[in-house]
């Protein structure tokens, strides 16, 4: 069984920056593509953004378009999500995620997610 496991999140002032990883164990996840996805109080877990297995195909949701980027590093089984220009509601707590079937197909395996806060 595959084991991906979130960093990087914490306290941040709106209009500052952080590097969320993701770290893969377990199994190989270079062939999958890999999403990061958030879930905010009170709100329903929305997608962030994905990645390809290759790299070529990214999409990012129209409220982070701009702010955030999304890559991977597949030698080392980690993705990666950088965020700059944060808002307040970015606040959220962050979920990585792989897909065998593609950016946009169901994703079969999912992080214990990593918090995120930005103050206004």
């Known amino acids: 069984q595959g084991q991906l496991v979130e960093s990087g999140g914490g306290l941040v002032q709106a209009g500052g920056s952080l590097r969320l990883s993701c770290a893969a164990s377990?199994?190989?996840?270079?062939?999958?593509?890999m999403g990061w996805f958030r879930q905010a109080p009170g709100k329903e877990r929305e997608f962030v953004a994905a990645?390809?297995?290759?790299?070529?195909?990214?999409d990012y949701a129209d409220s982070v378009k701009g702010r955030f980027t999304i890559s991977r590093d597949n030698a080392e089984n980690t993705v990666y999500l950088q965020m700059n220009s944060l808002k307040p509601e970015d606040t959220a707590v962050y979920y990585c995620?792989?897909?065998?079937?593609?950016?946009?197909?169901?994703?079969?395996?999912w992080g214990q997610g990593t918090q995120v806060t930005v103050s206004s």
């Open positions: 995620a792989a897909s065998e079937g593609g950016i946009y197909n169901k994703y079969d395996y």
């Open positions: 377990g199994r190989t996840f270079s062939w999958y593509a």
């Open positions: 990645i390809s297995w290759s790299g070529n195909s990214i």
